[in-house]
């Protein structure tokens, strides 16, 4: 299915993305220090990695790709940050002394704007030269660093398998799916490796334990 432009579509993603945002607060009944702990998933860069490619790639334009990432990254952010504000009056665990999280619920609003801009311009990786291979490149290889991360926080601290696996199979998807319709294939794999390395040591390697 192709995410077509329109108000009816648009709704649908608001929609999709507040579901997630209910899935993704519910996962802090998982313990995060556990081999099986979940609520990671959210927190990590690795889910709106794969929500941002996912969604660029059912679009069908620029302006749809910015237009159905925002607001399923906007419709997350509600219903994460509103739904643990409804149940810390029934549930210890999402205790906040009844404050709403505005600065939090801000923050993350203005990052659904940065990733709704940055579908717009990974939407070019439709395009068949040199551009479009080293945008095609990008979301594989975010996935794969997060993934290298992750593997050896799994080896050290028996944590993150659900996200170690997330992270794998997203990284194989994307540069399965995107190998595959690009023109310019060695540029691809290059850019691939060099942006994972950056990456994984920039973002990742600082934060992991030794």
């Known amino acids: 299915m ?8 648009y709704l649908l993603m608001f929609l999709v993305g507040g579901l997630a945002g209910s899935v993704c607060r519910l996962s802090d009944f998982f313990p995060y220090d556990s081999l099986w702990g979940l609520s990671s998933i959210a927190t990590l860069f690795g889910f709106w990695i794969a929500s941002v490619g996912v969604i660029t790639y059912l679009s069908v334009s620029n302006i749809g790709a910015f237009m159905n990432t925002f607001l399923y990254m906007f419709g997350m952010t509600c219903s994460f940050y509103g739904l643990k504000y409804l149940l810390e009056f029934f549930i210890p665990l999402f205790s906040n ?6 600065e939090l619920f801000l923050v993350y609003s203005v990052l659904a704007v940065v990733c709704g801009v940055g ?28 993934a290298v991360g992750c593997l050896l926080v799994l080896f050290n601290k028996r944590m993150l398998l659900g996200q170690t696996i997330f992270d794998f199979v997203f990284a194989l998807g994307f540069g399965i799916l995107f190998f595959k319709r690009v023109g310019h294939k060695v540029l691809y ?11 994984y040591g920039v973002v990742y390697r600082p934060y992991l334990p030794v």
């Open 2 to 9: 192709r995410l077509r432009d329109g108000c009816r579509f």
């Open 97 to 102: 002394d009844g404050r709403f999280q505005m």
């Open 119 to 146: 579908s717009f311009v990974l939407y070019f990786l439709n395009r068949k030269d040199w551009v479009g291979a080293v945008l095609c490149a990008l979301p594989a290889s975010g996935m794969l660093a997060e």
């Open 189 to 199: 794999m290059v850019t691939m490796v060099v942006v994972t390395v950056v990456v």
